[in-house]
């Protein structure tokens, strides 16, 4: 018995040996030291080139290095290093197109200087902005660019207390005193709106997602207010959410009903409000550029696609995010400057949905 509970044993040696040969762990600096017969901190001073090491060493622990396949973790050498070269970004809707190519401009900008970007996306949920600050510094982040809500206090609290750079963008923070990047807003409202006003659409409804406190939707809002009160024109502004399509019917009938003889045009904030807005129109069986006019903010692949085509404010987000990314990486570099405020002017895109009214 005895005996064959030691060639059970044996075998199972065998088999855990084989095993291990055939899916072999991910070589460790230990395992490097061991085939080039030097020390642990000889292949640390190797890789960092801390120090110098003589030709034969250098060749040997190259050597095994090469051999075992070894790759040192790049995050366990910035960490000792003491930076991490993480930029953390936030944003209020991955959904959003807008966010997306804020993302992509702000990532290309990273990369070029050596960073890589850490994605929070908020959902639209303004109650996680604080842990989505938290969850990337428990990353070590060196700084952040936040395109939130912007509703949260203790955000801007956890913010301050972390005492990293921040970069906001298109949505401002009350009481933080950092960089901000975004669109010309009050500028686009009134190339939007003008340019309805030219076209001969005579009432105007602005249909937006709920402002409540989002800095960007009451910034244009209030443009739109002050636009049509200057020009003389009937003017109102619509909260459109996510879900209440009645309600969102209701106000485009209850504006054709105020427009009575005059031509009625459309201006929406974004590009999630002009799908709820081209759904409408559907269901009420208006046509864009007959019935009524319409340019909406975010130039999108399907905008060409829709009716005639959708007018557009173009916003330049890849810039917006580059830019955002520029003004961090200067504050990572160690260049003290009070907060700036940079604001791009956005591009009006002409299409069927705007034309002058028969």
């Not at 460790?28 to 061991?34: M, S």
């Not at 799908?275 to 905008?303: H, I, M, P, S, Y």
């Not at 959708?310 to 917006?320: E, H």
Request: net charge positive; with cysteine.
């Amino acid at each position: 018995m005895a005996s064959s509970s030691r060639r059970s044993t044996a075998s199972k040696t065998r088999a855990s040996a084989a095993t291990a040969a055939a899916s072999p762990s991910r070589a460790t600096i230990a395992d490097v030291a061991q085939a080039a017969g030097v020390s642990k901190a000889t292949v640390s001073r190797f890789l960092n080139r801390g120090e110098l090491l003589t030709r034969d060493i250098a060749a040997k622990v190259e050597a095994a290095i090469a051999e075992l396949g070894y790759s040192p973790s790049p995050m366990a050498q910035a960490l000792k290093r003491g930076r991490s070269r993480l930029i953390g970004l936030v944003v209020a809707d991955v959904t959003n197109p807008f966010s997306v190519a804020v993302l992509r401009g702000a990532e290309r900008a990273c990369q070029e200087a050596g960073y890589l970007v850490m994605l929070f996306n908020l959902g639209n949920d303004g109650t996680r902005e604080r842990e989505a600050i938290e969850a990337l510094s428990s990353y070590q982040v060196e700084g952040f660019i936040l395109n939130t809500l912007g509703s949260d206090p203790a955000a801007l609290a956890a913010a301050a207390r972390l005492a990293k750079p921040v970069v906001l963008v298109d949505r401002r923070h009350a009481g933080m005193a950092s960089d901000f990047v975004s669109l010309d807003n009050a500028g686009a409202v009134q190339l939007a709106a003008g340019h309805l006003l030219a076209q001969g659409w005579r009432e105007l409804l602005f249909i937006t997602e709920p402002m409540a406190g989002v800095s960007s939707r009451l910034e244009r809002a209030q443009a739109f207010r002050a636009f049509t009160a200057g020009q003389g024109v009937g003017g109102t502004c619509f909260e459109s959410d996510e879900g209440e399509e009645a309600a969102l019917d209701q106000a485009l009938r209850a504006a054709r009903k105020r427009a009575g003889r005059q031509p009625l045009g459309l201006l929406s904030s974004n590009a999630v409000v002009t799908l709820r807005v081209a759904a409408a129109l559907a269901r009420l069986g208006w046509q864009l550029g007959v019935d009524v006019g319409f340019v909406g903010f975010d130039e999108t692949d399907w905008a060409p696609h829709v009716g005639p085509g959708l007018s557009a404010i173009a916003q330049p987000t890849g810039d917006l995010g580059r830019i955002a990314a520029r003004c961090l990486l200067e504050r990572l570099e160690g260049h003290e400057l009070p907060p700036r405020q940079i604001l791009l002017p956005g591009q009006l895109i002409v299409r069927g949905s705007s034309r002058k009214p028969e």
